[in-house]
């Protein structure tokens, strides 16, 4: 389910579900984990992680166990052993990146989109709530303004409106991230790590206050997820109340 290949100095891993839009689970994440920590031992100077077929990714697999906290734990630790990687990560959004899809793209330090690529995250629409990291990480990248569309309004994010902002550093597609990432490889790779480090440290990944963590537990622990869940496997539009 995920590819790795080199060229040069230049490692593009792929995520590969097409039948399941590129949707993550728990195989996946593993693997991505695996696959990003290989590509750094093997002395890599840069990294692109795109999807294949026509969607980066369409978030967690719904159809499996993702609710479950133990899948979640790898899901973030996966996420962040993209953030830590020592060398560039340059996300190719090759099409819609969206829930988990997105939290990957935001994993990366550079973004490269496709002009019909979107990006969103919809969780509201099925009772789930994003993490702390998650919505800070969006309002560094988009602004509180836009961030507050997409979480709370639930608005796509397309890649003109992302390159306005500064979320897609570039428009196109693979191989021009490729090509930027071969650019990227030939520079100081400890100048890149210093530089890595501090825009990482934009306060994302700061403990966040207990009635905070308590606000996500009560949504991932609440009837109107199970609401959700069921209204999307009967394939109608949830009823939420709030409890």
């Not at 689970?25 to 590509?39: G, I, K, S």
């Not at 899901?75 to 099409?95: D, F, R």
């Not at 206050?209 to 009837?223: E, G, I």
Request: glycine residues 8%; aromatic residues 4%.
């Amino acid at each position: 389910m995920i590819f790795s290949s080199s060229t040069d100095s230049v490692t593009t891993i792929e995520l590969a579900r097409e039948s399941k839009r590129n949707a993550l689970n728990e195989e996946m994440v593993v693997q991505l984990a695996d696959a990003f920590a290989t590509a750094a031992a093997d002395g890599t100077r840069a990294i692109v992680l795109t999807g294949r077929g026509n969607v980066f990714s369409a978030g967690a697999d719904l159809s499996g166990p993702v609710y479950d906290p133990v899948f979640l734990e790898k899901l973030v630790a996966m996420l962040q052993q993209i953030e830590s990687t020592p060398v560039p990560v340059i996300a190719a959004l090759n099409g819609a990146a969206l829930g988990a899809g997105l939290q990957l793209a935001m994993a990366a330090d550079l973004r490269v989109m496709s002009p019909d690529a979107l990006a969103g995250i919809p969780a509201a629409k099925i009772g789930v709530a994003v993490d702390e990291w998650t919505i800070r990480r969006l309002v560094s990248l988009v602004g509180s303004g836009q961030a507050r569309g997409m979480l709370i309004g639930c608005e796509p994010l397309s890649a003109d409106r992302a390159h306005d902002l500064g979320f897609a550093n570039r428009i196109g597609d693979l191989a021009d991230a490729q090509h930027w990432a071969a650019t990227i490889a030939a520079l100081a790779p400890l100048t890149l790590q210093h530089y890595k480090l501090v825009l990482n440290g934009d306060g994302a990944r700061d403990e966040a206050p207990r009635d905070r963590r308590d606000a996500m537990l009560k949504a991932w622990q609440s009837a109107d997820l199970a609401e959700g869940r069921a209204a999307r496997a009967e394939k109608r539009v949830p009823v939420f109340e709030g409890r």
